[in-house]
């Protein structure tokens, strides 16, 4: 099975600093990619999905890149309200395997 | 719009089995999509544990597959999930969506296991 890794774990960044979150896939997947946010005690939200497109609605400092096996995920100016956990999922084939997530708080 | 509703016990003892049922309203979900359940123990990540496409195809996370069934009904316009013998380790939330990249959800259910 396919296994995603994501780094870092955590982040604690500025507000208006720009972040990058990594996943990577232990085998190409194209660019079935999609991924989450998680509030505390809410429940994940689609960002993004086919690994660069922007789900309705979705701020557009959030972005996604990347295809085969590496990924990344950036949000250009970090607010205080992305204070989040952020998973991303890959979704070619079953299994739908979740990455570990990164918890990215602000300094 | 589509919504989601996961419903059923709260507490189930160990080696049982655990059942919950996911209302889909603003959809006909033998209209298309895959339909699936996910869980997150306290304190940790996510973990997909199965999907039915609407054909009645079923996929599930090979580390659960022996315990899991997901089923459809399209009469009652919801799916569901059993996983037997269950474990304090299967003490989570437990969350059913729409699609393989999950664009909508429900709002989650809390599980326990415990005696």
């Known amino acids: 099975d396919i296994q995603m890794t994501q780094s870092p774990s955590s982040l604690s960044a500025s507000v208006g600093d720009r972040v990058t979150i990594t996943c990577r896939a232990s085998?190409?997947?194209?660019?079935?990619l999609a991924w989450y946010q998680q509030k505390p005690r809410k429940v994940p939200k689609l960002l993004i999905y086919?690994?660069?497109t922007l789900q309705s609605g979705v701020p557009s400092r959030f972005s996604g890149s990347g295809s085969g096996t590496d990924f990344t995920l950036t949000i250009s100016s970090l607010q205080p309200e992305d204070v989040a956990t952020y998973y991303c999922?890959?979704?070619?084939?079953?299994?739908?395997?979740f990455g570990g997530g990164t918890k990215v708080e602000i300094k | 719009q589509v919504q989601l509703q996961e419903s059923g016990p709260g507490l189930v003892k160990p080696s049982e089995t655990l059942s919950l049922t996911c209302a889909v309203s603003?959809?006909?979900?033998?209209?298309?999509?895959?339909w699936g359940w996910i869980r997150q123990p306290p304190g940790k990540g996510l973990e997909w544990i199965g999907s039915?496409?609407?054909?009645?195809?079923?996929y599930y996370n090979p580390s659960l597959k022996s315990r899991v069934t997901i089923s459809v009904d399209t009469s009652k316009n919801q799916f569901s999930l059993k996983l037997s013998s269950v474990t304090a380790a299967d003490t989570a939330v437990y969350y059913c969506?729409?699609?393989?990249?999950?664009?909508?959800w429900g709002q989650g259910t809390m599980v326990t296991v415990s005696s």
């Open positions: 969506a729409r699609g393989d990249g999950f664009h909508i």
């Open positions: 603003g959809y006909s979900i033998s209209s298309g999509y895959y």
């Open positions: 039915i496409y609407h054909s009645g195809s079923t």
């Open positions: 085998q190409g997947i194209s660019n079935y």
């Open positions: 086919a690994a660069s």
């Open positions: 999922q890959k979704y070619n084939s079953a299994p739908l395997t």
